[in-house]
């Protein structure tokens, strides 16, 4: 039986007159469930997060989260490969799944009376996958033709380096997707060894939203997800570290394009410790729309750029303030320059009219979102996995509070830091 509830949460939004009520609970196992009701709504979505991805990973196992992603599709105690793709399908559903740094989710969106389906697939593949020797063999070339089209994209090494630089010393360090030598090198045991202590009860959460009575969602879960582990649960990454360099530095890549793409990022805390509502207004006054500042300043009124953007991104220990830009190389150093000139603006640039603009467009994708099953369990599910479920549940009341002393203050340690410049280049000579 499903213990008594951990929290038992009747949380009210109100969106288009509906009430919309939200419960959570845990298994006898460690595994979290959290249902939302959305009424009159005829899909559900069923999706399962897992708090693994690359950064749990060592060195000789970097890619592993994203091979396990694949492999759980291709066989499983009950289901033998392509048999749970084609019953999800049947059932009139879609499903997909993703592997990210700090996570993995699996998800199914179905009609609500075709629920069942996803609750026994998904489960299927999260506790039961098989691993058969032949299909590990036959993804492996699989996912490195995968790697090698990564590199087709000319921001690929830029952003690689990126990854490597801003989150140094840290697993974040490494790509999700692995190498080709790490890949190829994946043995079965290895693999089984990690799905065992990773794809651990105690580190998944099943999400729930749609028009079910949660009556049986309850019994679902119970009869799909109670299953309990022999072996402890694998030890989460929980390091924060924050870079810093000692001077700025610019680092150069040469390829056979036309134009030049350039980052300029500097150190952030991580979404544990970072005011993420404060960085994403600013985010939105920079970037938000064609007639953001960064493009009225750098695309229209000077015409430095192409493309310009500048924002918060963050994993649940590090993160990083960026600003992207797509020009002509020799426009770049104006670019990087009005880019320093912009964060010293701020000040005059944060109006009230200006911060409240950025807060409504905001708060009004979140209502739209939400009015999606997918979109509502997508919020859900990540909030709880990096460890914010206030980003999703207070969402729109710590939104209300940003102003301007709050994002001054939230910014106010990282543009005082060194920044890195990456810059891909056009090789003259190619």
């Known amino acids: 039986m499903i213990r008594t509830f951990l929290l038992a949460v009747l949380t009210l939004i109100v969106t288009g007159g509906t009430v919309l009520a939200q419960q959570t609970d845990k298994l006898d196992n460690g595994l979290t469930l959290i249902y939302k009701q959305i009424p009159n709504v005829k899909v559900a979505s069923v999706q399962v997060w897992i708090k693994t991805g690359s950064v749990n990973e060592t ?58 389906v996803a609750f026994d697939t998904i489960s299927e593949m999260v506790f039961r996958a098989k691993f058969i020797t032949e299909e590990i063999e036959k993804e492996k070339p699989v996912v490195v033709q995968e790697i090698k089209r990564k590199y087709d994209r000319p921001t690929a090494k830029m952003w690689e380096q990126f990854a490597e630089v801003m989150f140094d010393g840290s697993p974040y360090s490494r790509e999700v997707i692995g190498t080709e030598e790490t890949v190829t090198s994946f043995s079965r045991d290895m693999i089984v060894d990690y799905y065992n202590r990773y794809y651990h009860p105690e580190n998944m959460t099943l999400v729930v ?54 980052i300029i990022s500097f150190p952030a805390g991580g979404l544990l410790y970072s005011d993420v509502y404060a960085m994403e207004v600013l985010s939105e006054v920079l970037s938000g729309g064609e007639f953001s500042v960064l493009n009225m300043r750098m695309k229209y009124d000077k015409q430095l750029a192409n493309s310009i953007n500048g924002g918060y991104y963050g994993v649940r220990k590090m993160g990083t303030f960026v600003f992207t830009y797509n020009a002509q190389p020799e426009k770049s150093e104006d670019i990087k320059n009005e880019i320093i000139k912009t964060i010293g603006d701020l000040d005059d640039i944060l109006t009230v009219e200006a911060i409240e603009k950025a807060k409504n467009r905001l708060k009004s994708q979140s209502v739209f979102q939400r009015e999606k099953s997918s979109s509502e369990a997508n919020d859900i ?50």
Do not use: C
């Open 209 to 262: 939203v749609g028009d079910i009575p949660f009556e049986k969602v309850e019994k679902m879960a119970e009869k799909y997800f109670s299953q309990k582990s022999t072996v402890s649960a694998g030890k989460i990454y929980n390091t924060e570290k924050t870079v810093s360099f000692e001077e700025s530095f610019q680092k150069v890549i040469k390829k056979d394009i036309a134009q030049e793409y350039g």
């Open 59 to 116: 060195k000789n196992e970097s890619g592993i989260s994203h091979f396990l992603e694949h492999l759980v599709f291709k066989g499983t105690d009950k289901y033998a490969p392509g048999e749970i793709d084609s019953l999800v399908e049947s059932s009139g559903g879609v499903m997909n799944a993703a592997t990210s740094k700090d996570y993995t989710f699996y998800y199914i969106t179905a009609p609500s009376h075709k629920a069942e």
């Open 381 to 430: 599910g990540y909030s709880y996995t990096v460890g914010r479920p206030d980003y999703y549940h207070e969402f729109l009341d710590n939104m209300s509070k940003v102003d301007k002393k709050s994002i001054l203050a939230a910014v106010k340690d990282v543009f005082n830091k060194k920044y890195v410049w990456l810059r891909t280049i056009p090789d003259k000579e190619s």
